[in-house]
C-alpha cells in the first residue's frame, strides 16, 4: 500500500518565480493538507483540501493556492515567490477528522 | 496560539525514561504526536480525542487532560531509534487543522 507520494523532491526557484508541488495520497483517503516547515521549525498549516474543496486556511498570503483533483491528489502553487518562502513544504493525507499521515516532502529554495 | 513543548530538548541513555509535555491556551478537541528525524517527513504516533484518555503502543504512551489543555508523551525504555524531534498538534475545535507546537529534541545515546 504506497504511502504519501510528493514530487518533486528537491527545487530551486528565484525570487519572483511561481512554482507548483504535487501530492498524492494514501490509498483511500480523502483529505489534504499542506504544511510549511521552515529549518528548526514545526509544521504551520496552510490549508486543507475535500471533496475539491479549501475546506480550512492558515494564515498565508493568497500568493498560496491549492487544487484537489477529482482522484484526491493535489497541487501547491505559490506565486511570486519570496526569500522567505524557502522551506520544507508537508503533504498530509487523512480521511477527514482522523489522524494525518506525512509525506516525504518538497524541499523549495528560493534565490 | 502556538502550543508549548517542554523541554525543548532531552539527553537519554538508552533504556532511560522521559516525559514530553505539550500545553495549549486554547481548548483542544484533540492532540497529536509525531516524530520527526532528521531530513524526514513527521511519523504518526498517536491521536488523543478530549476526555481524558490515555493511549499507548509498544513503550510510548501519552495523556490528554482537556481541563488543563496539557498532554504529555511518555517515552518508557528508550532505544536507540527513539532519537528525532516530537511534535504534538493540537486540534482547537473540530476543525482537523492541526497547529504544531515548538518541538523537543531527544537524543538517545548507547
Known amino acids: 500500500d504506497a504511502g504519501v507520494t510528493q514530487s518533486p523532491t528537491h527545487l530551486i526557484k528565484t525570487r519572483g518565480q511561481q512554482v507548483t508541488l504535487r501530492c498524492s495520497p494514501k490509498?483511500?483517503?480523502?483529505?489534504v493538507s499542506w504544511y510549511q516547515q521552515a529549518l528548526g521549525q514545526g509544521p504551520q498549516f496552510i490549508f486543507q483540501?475535500?471533496?475539491?474543496?479549501?475546506?480550512q486556511r492558515g494564515n498565508f498570503p493568497d500568493r498560496f493556492s491549492g487544487h484537489q483533483f477529482p482522484n484526491y491528489s493535489s497541487e501547491l502553487n505559490v506565486n511570486a515567490l519570496l526569500l522567505g518562502d524557502s522551506a520544507l513544504y508537508l503533504c498530509?493525507?487523512?480521511?477527514?477528522?482522523?489522524?494525518?499521515?506525512f509525506g516525504p516532502g518538497t524541499r523549495l529554495t528560493v534565490t | 496560539q502556538q502550543p508549548v513543548q517542554s523541554p525543548q530538548a532531552v539527553i537519554l541513555r538508552e533504556g532511560e525514561d522521559a516525559v514530553i509535555n505539550c500545553s495549549s491556551s486554547?481548548?483542544?478537541?484533540?492532540v497529536h504526536w509525531y516524530r520527526q528525524k532528521h531530513g524526514e517527513a513527521p511519523v504518526f504516533l498517536m491521536i488523543?480525542?478530549?476526555?481524558?484518555e490515555q493511549k499507548g503502543h509498544d513503550k510510548i504512551s501519552a495523556s490528554f487532560n482537556e481541563k488543563k489543555q496539557q498532554s504529555s508523551l511518555y517515552l518508557t525504555a528508550s532505544q536507540l531509534s527513539y532519537s528525532g524531534t516530537y511534535f504534538c498538534?493540537?486540534?482547537?475545535?473540530?476543525?482537523?487543522?492541526?497547529?504544531f507546537g515548538t518541538g523537543t529534541r531527544l537524543q538517545v545515546f548507547p
Open positions: 498530509a493525507s487523512s480521511l477527514v477528522g482522523l489522524e494525518q499521515y
Open positions: 490509498s483511500g483517503h480523502d483529505t
Open positions: 483540501y475535500y471533496e475539491e474543496e479549501e475546506r
Open positions: 486554547k481548548a483542544l478537541y484533540s
Open positions: 488523543l480525542l478530549k476526555g481524558g
Open positions: 498538534g493540537t486540534e482547537p475545535g473540530n476543525t482537523d487543522k492541526l497547529i
